[in-house]
Every structure is written in structure tokens, then in C-alpha cells.
């Protein structure tokens, strides 16, 4: 549970608390030390780490009083959090209000708002935000700030940005500065999922759009003099290995701003630290890891990703700065996997998805724990592993089994709609119709139904826009059934690298 742990066989009860900060401590560190007297001293990095110290005493409380211990932490990542940088529907208002709390109770330190439909953010760059819009971002920031999180604002002027003009520049920073204003330090510039070309006065300047990007963001850093870390994302943000793009940036770009990767892929379902390893020489310098996960806006685009983080190396701490989730457009279903992400950013060596799972799920789905185990486990983490499916149970005609499946999942489905949280609800009910007619068809084709019935089934289970991982059944029953339209039976996302024993 923490990086060190060290009780005695004795309780006592606090009867007083002194508290020092001790600079020593990693980032957001903390150390705590009851002693038999009742004292607790508690050491701490920064204010945050104080507030993470007095919820490790809150915990350690029992009936009969504390444990004499000593205790201390420190997160693997001095860098966590989450980017709001999907594509598709933004979070509203109030989402991104909610946020902050959750983050912290994560023990997460960043809330890096990037929001791909943000036109003022993209497109739009160059124009201020509309009154009502600038007050909402004062608002959010003043709602993270208020949490103990930090705020980066980020740019993406990438697609239209002239590097040849002196006034571009100009009213870029201008922009940035206004957002100073009202008290935002951390800031982000992102050049990513643009066409890195440079025009021919461009290219009087610059030997290369690596070389434009880095005069770009190294002016920022002098000129807007942003609190550390200046977090920079490539155009290429992906990738295992050297590039030109690489190598030109590493040989402009300022030392004292951060970069940001994907992986070996823009979704990678494994990293390891000979990736981490890689990049930071690629690079020059330690990465900040963009893990797109739990982000579901890619094919196939009917899935929600509800697993564990898993397929990362114990050790990226060793290479990287920081770790930052990618969440997806559905903002409650996000919390499950964000949980997991958190406790591996937190302690990546000491990281188990199985219990980090467990946790989060008993923690989410309060009085219907057991409905929402069956209900994220039907909609795992494929991204970076392939789970069984059940399709040879229906070549082997094992109806035993298939009876208590089925069986199971219509029963977790009426447990969630009568107490799982209402807004998790509205975000899963079209993948809750696909089950719920799924368990329909099973038993249609168990009796030996006509087409007639299992073509109004499949009305259904076609329109339905989301649908869990697996869906043999319905592959089944295409190879069964001479229909007029088959069932949509997604392509399976192909898993390029699998993580093997030698990296646990």
C-alpha cells in the first residue's frame, strides 16, 4: 500500500499532530511517524503532499486507535493526470467541475484541458474565447486550483499556423497571456494530427518543420515564462524508434520543456522500458507518457473500455516525467479504468490490474459490486490483450455453461438498473440493450428459432451503437442462418505486441 510500512504491535491514540516540510521529499512525498506517545509528526514535499499524508493517518485508524509505524510514500510519476483530448462530444460544464475532486482523491496532479472540439483551442486559435467561454475556463480553473491540481491550458495552432509570421507569434502569445491573467501558469502546446509541411517562406527560415515547431515552443517558454512543466507534443508522437522529425527536434528544441508519446503506437497495448528507454534517447530527454487509454474514438468505435491499465513496464519511471490518461467522451464510464491508471501512476512497480480493478469497481458500483464485476468484464481492457471468447462453447453445444452465463448477465443487468449510479446508466444504455437483447437471441437460437424472430433480434443488436468485446454469438449465428443481412460483427482490433512473462 505505501512505499514503506513499518508498524508495531501497539496502539495508542494521537493526542498530537506537528507537521514540517521537508524539500528532501520526492514530489508529492510524504512521511509519517507515530510514535508511542501519541505524537504523529508528519514530513511533507508540498501542500498537496500534506493532504496526502493526513488521508494516509485517516486510514490507518482502528477502533482501539493508531498503530505505532512509520510510514512514507512518494509517488513513481511526478507528473499524473488526465488530458481531456478525445475526439467527439466534449464534457459539459459540469463534467469538467467534477473532475478536479475526482482527481485528487486519485492522488492525481494534472488536469490538462485539450479538447479536440475546443475551436478556440484548434481551429478558432487565433480569436479570443467569447465572454461567457472565458468564464467558464475561469471558473474550471479556479475549481482545480481549489483541489491541489494543476491547470495546463493548452494550444493547438498546428494546422494553420504560419511560422514565417512575426504577428502570428504575436497573437498566439497574446492569447496565452490573457489566460495568464487570471492565474493559469501551466500551459501545453500541441502539434499533434496535423500535416507537418512548411510553405516556401517557411522554409527560408527553417530547415525543417521540427525546426519551426521547436522555434515555436522555445519562444512560449521565454516570452510566457510558464510554470514547470512546459509540455510539448510532437507531430511524432508515436513510435519506438529514431526519425528525422526526432533528430531535428531534439537539436532545437529547449532543453527545460517536456515532450509527450504515445507509445510505440498512437494505442499501444504494450510499452516497455526498453520503449522508455529508447525515446528518452530519441528525444534527449525523459517523456512524459500519453497513455491513450481509456479513449475509445477509434475502430472499432463501439466499444467502452472499462478494464485495467495493464501492458506497462514496472519500471517507466526510470525513463519518463510523468503519466497522463487520455479519457473518453463517456465521462462517468472513464472513472473505472482512470482509477487503475492512477494507482500505477502512483506505484507502477508495485501495480496489480486485478486488485487495482477490484478496488475500483467496489468503490463505483456501491450495493451492486457483484453486477458490476460481471459488467467490466464483459467489456475488458482489449485494447492490449485478446480475452477468451465464448465461441467454442457454441461449436461444442455446452449449453451448461452457456445457460449460466447468459443466466449471470441477465441478472447483473436488473441488479445495475435498479442501483448502479443513474449517470452511468444514461452513458451505458444502448451497450445494456446489446446484453440484454444478446441474452434474447441466445436463447432464440438455443430452441431453434425461425429467421423471422432472430431477424428482429438483429434490428436491434445492430443499432445499437455500443456492444462488449465479444461478439461470437453473433458470428455464430451468421455462419447458421441463411439471412437476408447479417449481424455487424466488428473487425477485431489486431494486437501487435502481447506482453509476455519477461516483462513482469
Not at 503506437?265 to 528525444?283: L, P, Q, R, W, Y
Amino acid at each position: 500500500m505505501y512505499k514503506e510500512f513499518y508498524p508495531l504491535n501497539s496502539k495508542v491514540r494521537i493526542v498530537k499532530r506537528r507537521y514540517k516540510k521537508d524539500a528532501s521529499l520526492p514530489i508529492d512525498g510524504f512521511k509519517v511517524i507515530i510514535d508511542e506517545e501519541g505524537i504523529c509528526s508528519i514530513a511533507y514535499q508540498n501542500l498537496r503532499a500534506k493532504e496526502y499524508a493526513k488521508r494516509a493517518v485517516r486510514s490507518l485508524r482502528e477502533e482501539d486507535g493508531y498503530p505505532v509505524c512509520y510510514l512514507k510514500d512518494y509517488p513513481s510519476f511526478p507528473l499524473r493526470g488526465i488530458v481531456e483530448g478525445f475526439y467527439g462530444k466534449p464534457y459539459t460544464h459540469e463534467q469538467r467541475l467534477a473532475l478536479p475532486k475526482l482527481l485528487s482523491d486519485l492522488k492525481m496532479n494534472a488536469y490538462i484541458y485539450a479538447p479536440k472540439d475546443d475551436l478556440y483551442h484548434r481551429d478558432r486559435w487565433r480569436e479570443d474565447y467569447p465572454a461567457r467561454e472565458e468564464e467558464k475556463l475561469q471558473e474550471l480553473f479556479l475549481s482545480v486550483q481549489k483541489e491541489g491540481v494543476d491547470f495546463f491550458f493548452v494550444i493547438s495552432p498546428g494546422k494553420d499556423f504560419d511560422f514565417a509570421n512575426q504577428l502570428d507569434y504575436e497573437i498566439l502569445l497574446r492569447k496565452l497571456e490573457k489566460i495568464r491573467a487570471f492565474g493559469v501558469r501551466h500551459f501545453s502546446l500541441l502539434m499533434d494530427d496535423i500535416e507537418p509541411k512548411l510553405s516556401d517562406k517557411e522554409k527560408e527560415l527553417f530547415s525543417s518543420p521540427a525546426e519551426a515547431q521547436a522555434h515555436l515552443a522555445n519562444y512560449l517558454l521565454k516570452e510566457l515564462s510558464p510554470a514547470k512543466p512546459f509540455l510539448f507534443c510532437p507531430t511524432d508522437y508515436m513510435q519506438n524508434f529514431d526519425t528525422p522529425y526526432r533528430q531535428e527536434l531534439r537539436k532545437y528544441l529547449d532543453k527545460g520543456i517536456e515532450v509527450f508519446w504515445t507509445g510505440y503506437n498512437t494505442v499501444a497495448e504494450a510499452i516497455t522500458e526498453e520503449d522508455g528507454e529508447t525515446v528518452m534517447k530519441n528525444f534527449n530527454r525523459k517523456p512524459v507518457l500519453w497513455d491513450n487509454y481509456p479513449v475509445n474514438d477509434f475502430e472499432p468505435k463501439r466499444r467502452i473500455y472499462l478494464g485495467a491499465l495493464s501492458g506497462r513496464g514496472r519500471k517507466l519511471n526510470q525513463s519518463h516525467v510523468g503519466y497522463i490518461a487520455n479519457l473518453s467522451e463517456l465521462f462517468e464510464c472513464s472513472k473505472i479504468p482512470l482509477s487503475t491508471m492512477a494507482d500505477y501512476a502512483w506505484d507502477c512497480e508495485g501495480y496489480c490490474p486485478e486488485t487495482s480493478l477490484k478496488k475500483a469497481v467496489k468503490g463505483y458500483f456501491k450495493g451492486c459490486v457483484r453486477a458490476g464485476e460481471i459488467f467490466v468484464s464483459l467489456n475488458e481492457a482489449t485494447i492490449m490483450s485478446a480475452p477468451k471468447k465464448i465461441a467454442k462453447l457454441f461449436e461444442e453445444k455446452n449449453f451448461k455453461a452457456l445457460d449460466k452465463r447468459y443466466k449471470k448477465i441477465a441478472w447483473a443487468l436488473e441488479e445495475l438498473q435498479e442501483k448502479a449510479p443513474k449517470a452511468f446508466l444514461a452513458e451505458t444504455e444502448s451497450l445494456r440493450a446489446f446484453l440484454s437483447a444478446e441474452c434474447k437471441l441466445y436463447e432464440a437460437v438455443k430452441k431453434g428459432a425461425g429467421e423471422e424472430e432472430i431477424a428482429s433480434l438483429r434490428e436491434i443488436l445492430n443499432g445499437c451503437k455500443y456492444a462488449p468485446y465479444d461478439l461470437s454469438l453473433l458470428a455464430y449465428v451468421n455462419s447458421m442462418y441463411a439471412l437476408n443481412e447479417p449481424f455487424k460483427v466488428d473487425a477485431e482490433r489486431v494486437i501487435y505486441r502481447k506482453w509476455g512473462k519477461k516483462h513482469d
